[in-house]
């Protein structure tokens, strides 16, 4: 009995270390800090203060008044054209995952929120990147809010929960027959 202890305890062990390392490092980041996606926010400010990775999230969380359109880049951006949106979101909390390095540019639907500053530039870079947050570049006076938050190890533990309870068995059986 001794032995299928330590069997399991191996094998448990060496799950949590092949367990999605991704995963455990992913951040999700509330676009505009407390603010939301609203007009109010100086999205320049916010992302400057932000890491973004592959494997990140992108949360929007927003009033009917808006919506969200991804561009397909740095001219659609500056120009407000959203004519050739890559994709477009409503219903007020929205999740996007950053899955490479890269620029990505997201706007408002709504006639004349681009213009008026509504819009946000997420530079990723790769995921072996220094994991230090950049400074701010914009004069603003305000201080941004930090917004970013690593996703719970709720989540991570019941991710490995669920192989665990899948492999056990297995190897258990296997175990068994050698």
């Not at 448990?12 to 676009?31: G, I, R, S």
């Not at 220094?130 to 989540?155: D, L, R």
């Not at 991570?156 to 059986?173: K, N, Q, R």
């Amino acid at each position: 009995m001794e032995g299928v202890f330590k069997f399991y305890l191996v094998f448990v062990f060496a799950t949590l270390l092949l367990m999605n390392k991704e995963a455990m490092a992913a951040t999700q980041h509330v676009v505009g800090g407390s603010q939301g996606w609203d007009q109010s926010t100086d999205f320049t400010t916010w992302a400057s203060g932000q890491t973004f990775k592959p494997g990140d999230q992108l949360v929007f969380k927003y009033t009917a008044l808006h919506s969200v359109v991804e561009l397909p880049n740095e001219s659609a951006y500056k120009n407000c054209n959203m004519g050739n949106a890559l994709n477009s979101l409503n219903g007020g909390n929205n999740v996007v995952k950053i899955d490479k390095p890269g620029t990505r540019y997201f706007t408002c639907g709504t006639l004349g929120h681009c213009a008026q500053g509504m819009k946000v530039k997420i530079t990723t870079v790769s995921a072996d990147a220094s994991s230090s947050t950049p400074g701010s570049s914009s004069s603003s006076s305000t201080t941004p809010t930090p917004t970013s938050t690593s996703i719970s190890m709720a989540s991570s533990f019941s991710h490995f929960a669920s192989i665990l309870m899948v492999a056990l068995p297995v190897f258990h059986v296997i175990f068994i027959m050698l």
